[in-house]
């Protein structure tokens, strides 16, 4: 018998409440004012989403005093400025009865100043001096760069911030002081009402954030562009800037990775850059794009669904590009010591060598069990140890890339790194030999056999794992023997 439940959606008051029940005076505010009583009862019978209510308790919440010019920004923020927005954009759709010469000039004034407007809602806040090369910047890609004579006889800059209704503060040039949101309006309105533009703005911001360009010290004011154009207005061709800030070094780079960790887990987009992640990782691509997924599956994303981040880890901690591969050990490393998702990330690594794709698994647990990268993982070593059926998995593992010319000497490597560890005090000997004698004597040549007897580092533990090799003991009977001498 199966039981159905139908929930409703919560009440528009239901939401105010909760949004704003630290804010008992703006709560009684909205029931007093006749104009806000209005809002909420358009969004009583219309059909806004809950999502849309926290909106307006959002912005309620900012302002006091209670007076009449709040009232008017209140309204105008949640309409998303459009009255403002109506007559910025439609300011200049009809100038009749003016001489050609006086017309080009009005035309190129409304241009700068829209120009203008697009810049600051990009660069709220930054310098004047940037605003404006930036704001040059976007009217040569938009083929608009005003001649000498346009800017002779055209409108000064303190016209054109009047304009717009920006302020300056200081030094710098801002919309959003007194008009809090509108800097997202504003896009919003260009990307939804002049499509045209959405090609060679997203090249202007690609061009502006380059390296020595003009806004290359307001990355991260561009970078929260980047998100609410991919994640509010879906668009995802960002994310080809986004793709070149991964090849760039520093600052870019980081940010990048941020811009897609937010990406990835957002209700809006988050399936389709996931999507993109893994198409990256499947490919051939550059290392700096298959070490930033990587990085990225390591972060957030891990932690709103580990299975997606592990199945892109999957694909670069075997990739045909090696150099991407310790980037993915790294980020498998990261994840198996989390408290909240070692146990997970162990199991699904074994899963892959047992099940799913061998030589991913076995690279996988190789990156999990080595003790001079991670030390943190000598724990998760004494773990595995005491299962004996992930013990054994981790030989067959071992076993298979000690065996395979192109990872023999890495395998080799990490178990040299084990005996360090058991002779520092952080790994049991007796495991370490238990663990490691049976792989070694099954899998090394009788030359590499013989070089691993007379080579290497004088480790204790690893002098008494080839007697016990030579002698046939097991560890306890070397233990034994040695404590009679």
């Known amino acids: 018998m199966s039981i159905t439940v139908e929930l409703a959606p919560p009440s528009v008051r239901g939401v105010l409440n909760a949004h704003l ?27 806004s989403g809950p999502r849309r209510v926290a909106e307006l308790a959002a912005i309620v919440s900012r302002y006091t005093p209670f007076d009449e010019p709040a009232v008017d ?10 009255h403002y927005l109506d007559r910025q954009f439609a300011e200049y759709r009809d100038a009749r009865g003016v001489d050609a010469g006086a017309l080009q000039a009005q035309q190129m004034g409304a241009a700068r100043a829209r120009a203008l407007l697009i810049a600051v809602a990009v660069l709220d806040g930054a310098p ?8 040059d910047e976007l009217l040569k890609k938009l083929r608009a760069n005003p001649s000498a004579r346009d800017i002779l006889i055209g409108p000064e800059l303190q016209d054109l911030i009047d304009r717009i209704d920006a302020e300056l503060v200081g030094d710098t040039i801002t919309i959003t002081r007194k008009s809090p949101g509108l800097d997202k309006a504003v896009l919003e309105r260009v990307w939804q009402q002049r499509p045209q533009l959405r ?58 990775i941020t811009i897609l960790e937010r990406l990835a887990i957002s209700n809006e987009v988050g399936s389709v850059v996931r999507r993109r992640l ?12 298959l070490t930033g997924v990587a990085e990225v599956c390591a972060g957030q994303l891990a932690h709103h669904s580990v299975k997606a981040a592990l199945s892109r880890l999957r694909l670069l901690i075997g990739h045909e590009v090696i150099a991407a591969r310790p980037a993915a050990a790294q980020a498998l490393r990261q994840l198996a010591v989390n408290d909240e998702l070692g ?6 690594v074994f899963d892959w060598f047992e099940r799913q794709d061998r030589r991913a698994g076995a690279l996988g647990l190789l990156a999990l069990i080595d003790p001079e990268l ?23 593992a071992w076993s298979a890339l000690i065996s395979d010319r192109a990872t023999g000497a890495a395998a080799m490597t990490v178990a040299e790194n084990w005996f360090a560890a058991a002779d520092a005090g952080a790994l049991d000997p007796e495991v370490v030999i238990a663990i490691l004698a049976p792989i070694i004597r099954n899998n090394l040549s009788s030359d590499s056999f013989k070089d691993f007897v007379t080579q290497g580092s004088s480790s204790e ?25």
């Open 278 to 289: 893994y198409d990256w990782a499947s490919r051939k691509s550059g290392v700096d794009i």
């Open 128 to 135: 004047s001096e940037v605003v404006l090369d930036a704001c």
């Open 21 to 47: 029940q630290a804010f008992g005076d703006h709560l009684k505010w909205l029931d007093d004012d006749a104009t806000l009583r209005g809002l909420v009862d358009e969004l009583e019978v219309g059909e």
């Open 343 to 348: 146990d997970e990330v162990v199991t699904v």
């Open 199 to 256: 090609t060679p703005i997203r090249s202007w911001l690609e061009s502006i954030t380059t390296t020595g360009a003009v806004a290359n010290d307001h990355l991260d004011r561009v970078a929260d562009v980047l998100v609410r154009l991919a994640a509010d207005l879906g668009s995802l061709e960002t994310l080809d800037i986004v793709q070149k800030w991964l090849t760039q070094k520093s600052r870019h780079r980081t940010l990048a």
């Open 461 to 485: 533990t690893r002098k008494n794992l080839i007697v016990s090799l030579v002698m046939g003991s097991s560890p306890s009977i070397i233990d034994a023997s040695a404590n009679k001498q």
């Open 374 to 396: 991670e030390p943190s993982t000598t724990e998760l070593i004494r773990s595995i140890a005491s299962a004996p059926e992930r013990a054994q998995a981790l030989r067959d």
């Open 73 to 82: 920004q209140i309204r105008e923020a949640f309409r998303h400025w459009k």
